[in-house]
């Protein structure tokens, strides 16, 4: 089984969404650097190991990620998965767990990297926004992409029900993209992520629908 580590900073949807997929993983660890975060009050009422690490109380970014890696060390993953963890990591925490370090991001990378994504798509006018699963480097949002979603835009979408609809589509492919990492198949070559054995030609882009 492919021990995966969670870290996440508030509601915990795409936890959720990896937990419940029925992957071949077993999730040994949910940490958050938000004590209230309620990824962990879900997470320790199944008896999922729950860790908070509030960040305000460490001196600054480089102690507090030694400090979160030794934690999520003490788990021994060979996966760790960010799920909505708002926080920007150190090069040095990157280096340690570079291609075992997946996140999603609400848009479809590289277009509109940061944060407010559903707004910033909406005022550049584009017809297609979605979210992307990617390995993690020290190029922020920047990383080997997995897999990504596709979401029409409407005329009359808000950020929230365009941020819905994409959410959607993120509990899609996060358990994909996982699932894959567990079946060992996702070779990262020159910067790209290649899907190994891909004999049902399943695409990696995954259209609305
Ligand atoms: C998700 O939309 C995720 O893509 C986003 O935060 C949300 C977390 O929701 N992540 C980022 O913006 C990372 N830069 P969740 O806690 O319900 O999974």
């Not at 650097?33 to 199944?46: S, T, V």
Request: aromatic letters at 6%; a neutral charge; one cysteine or more.
């Amino acid at each position: 089984m492919t021990r995966v580590v969670v870290l996440l900073s508030g509601r915990g949807s795409n936890f959720r969404a990896i937990a419940e997929a029925g992957l071949p993983i077993e999730i040994a660890a949910v940490i958050s650097n938000r004590p209230q975060a309620a990824g962990l009050a879900w997470a320790r009422e199944r008896g999922i190991p729950a860790t908070a690490l509030d960040h305000t109380e460490y001196a600054d970014r480089a102690v507090f990620d030694a400090r979160l890696a030794d934690e999520i060390e003490r788990h021994r993953p060979d996966l760790v998965v960010l799920a909505g963890y708002m926080r920007i990591l150190s090069a040095a925490f990157i280096a340690r767990f570079e291609g075992r370090l997946l996140n999603i991001h609400p848009s479809l990378l590289p277009m509109f990297p940061g944060l407010k994504t559903h707004e910033r798509a909406l005022a550049e006018g584009v017809k297609v926004h979605g979210c992307t699963v990617h390995f993690v480097t020290a190029d922020l949002d920047h990383g080997p992409i997995v897999i990504q979603a596709a979401v029409p835009v409407r005329a009359d979408d808000t950020p929230e029900t365009l941020a819905a609809r994409v959410l959607a589509q993120e509990h899609r492919i996060y358990p994909q993209a996982v699932r894959w990492f567990a079946e060992g198949r996702l070779a990262i070559r020159d910067g790209r992520v290649n899907l190994q054995d891909d004999s049902t030609s399943q695409s990696v882009l995954v259209p609305e629908g």
